[in-house]
């Protein structure tokens, strides 16, 4: 005999649909509907027929056809439930405004977020010049970071060359970049293998367009990346940083002081000077370098042999020479090989770590997000909120 208020219902179903529903994840917030007060009234007929009420965030939801396909085969997974229909509506703006104040806070509260004392682990990759291999290594530490169950996102300051969407294979037919969805002034990041990313090259409508932006809208731009961007509980921020000293670096340095960081450099002695300036930098405006990875080092060739193609030490000597002035040594934390398969990754969407994770230049990546992942972060310098009485 069914159970509950309404003629011909029954609650117990409705509370097993209700609990299947706590497993469907909103695509871009990535928490349960449930928490995110998406699903409305909930009822199971006596013949076994389904009806949920679920509420999107906003009108054209880019989200709406998974969200609704997840009710649907959650719904329908409960034992006893025969048909299952789907009634879709939108917030309304209370309900949104709850909404966004909820998972970010109050407006007149809400600050930048990653502070000196947030738990999340942000590591600002830099380079001295372009080319380096930069934005590849930063995009593949952060898949091999979730790779190893980690929630990580990647803030794409890299105003020359914002790659990031194109090697995680987020751009469009015509090589665009997607537009986030705003939730009010919520902006979602998109997801691409498990990664959240936020680019300036989701924000322009050409690529030459940033470029030329001068510091006070670079400092505005990443603020806004920082406050309006809904990040969630995140283990590690990656930025990729532009390379060279320029604004963005003075930025960063100010809104993430407490930022560590890691210099990409090319094995070419050459390249230590420039790379060595942008450590410098780093350390003026008081982050710390954590470490240097050599990135197109040896090409191993069909004979075994390696070809030194841009030289060797470089990654070695530029750790050497930030080190002087640090208590602790700056180490170097892999040399990276030359790859077809890295580059290829790259131009396909499919970072290395995933499509050839026994590539040697991936291993190499894997075993640099290893330490990253199991290095803690470090409490020198943040308050801890402990009082003694
Ligand atoms: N180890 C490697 N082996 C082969 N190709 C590589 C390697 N690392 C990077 N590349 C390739 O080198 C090119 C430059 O890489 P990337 O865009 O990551 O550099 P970057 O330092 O971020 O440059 P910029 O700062 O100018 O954006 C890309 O085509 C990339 O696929």
């Known amino acids: ?6 003629r011909g219902t029954d609650a117990g179903l409705a509370e097993a649909v209700r609990a299947a529903l706590s497993r469907v994840l909103d695509p871009e917030i990535r928490r349960p509907i449930t928490e995110l ?4 009234s909930v009822s199971v007929d006596d013949l076994g ?4 009420a679920v509420k999107l965030t906003i009108v054209g939801c880019p989200a709406a056809d998974t969200i609704e396909r997840d009710v649907r085969a959650a719904t329908a997974s409960v034992p006893g439930v025969t048909t299952v229909v789907v009634d879709v509506s939108v917030m309304t703006k209370e309900e949104r405004a709850a909404l966004t104040e909820r998972l970010r806070g109050s407006r007149a509260a809400r600050r930048p977020q990653f502070g000196p004392d947030s738990l999340t682990q942000v590591y600002a990759v830099t380079s001295g010049k372009g080319g380096v291999g930069k934005s590849t290594l930063t995009a593949n530490l952060a898949v091999a970071l979730a790779q190893r169950g980690l929630a990580v996102g990647i803030l794409d300051a890299d105003v020359y060359g914002f790659s990031i969407p194109g090697i995680l294979g987020l751009l469009d037919a015509s090589g665009a970049a997607p537009r986030p969805t705003r939730v009010d002034d919520m902006i979602l990041p998109p997801v691409a293998h498990e990664v959240k990313i936020i680019s300036i090259g989701m924000f322009v409508d050409s690529p030459s367009a940033a470029v030329a932006w001068r510091g006070p809208m670079l400092h505005r731009t990443i603020q806004q990346f920082l406050t309006d961007v809904y ?5 590690v921020l990656l930025l990729d940083l532009p390379p060279g000293t320029g604004d963005v ?3 960063v340095g100010q ?4 930022a560590e960081v890691v210099v990409v450099t090319t094995p070419q002695p050459a390249a230590a000077d420039v790379a060595e300036r942008s450590g410098t930098v780093a350390r003026q405006t008081g982050q710390r370098v954590i470490g240097v990875i050599e990135n197109m080092a040896g090409l ?9 193609l841009f030289g060797s030490g470089g990654g070695a000597e530029v750790a050497r020479r930030l080190s002087v002035g640090q208590d602790d040594p700056v180490p170097l934390l892999a040399s990276i090989p030359l790859s077809v398969s890295l580059r290829a990754g790259g131009d396909a969407g499919i970072p290395i770590v995933l499509s050839d994770p026994d590539d040697p230049a991936a291993q190499a990546i894997r075993a640099v997000a290893g330490r990253l992942a199991t290095r803690g972060r470090s409490l020198a310098g ?4 402990v009082t003694i009485s």
């Open 231 to 235: 990040w969630g509980d995140l283990d």
């Open 49 to 52: 027929t389904a009806t949920v």
């Open 249 to 251: 670096a003075i930025t």
């Open 37 to 40: 007060d998406m699903v409305g």
């Open 1 to 6: 005999m069914p159970e509950g208020g309404s």
């Open 255 to 258: 809104l993430l002081s407490h």
């Open 382 to 385: 943040r308050r801890l909120g």
């Open 300 to 308: 191993a060739q069909p004979d075994g042999t390696i070809l030194d």
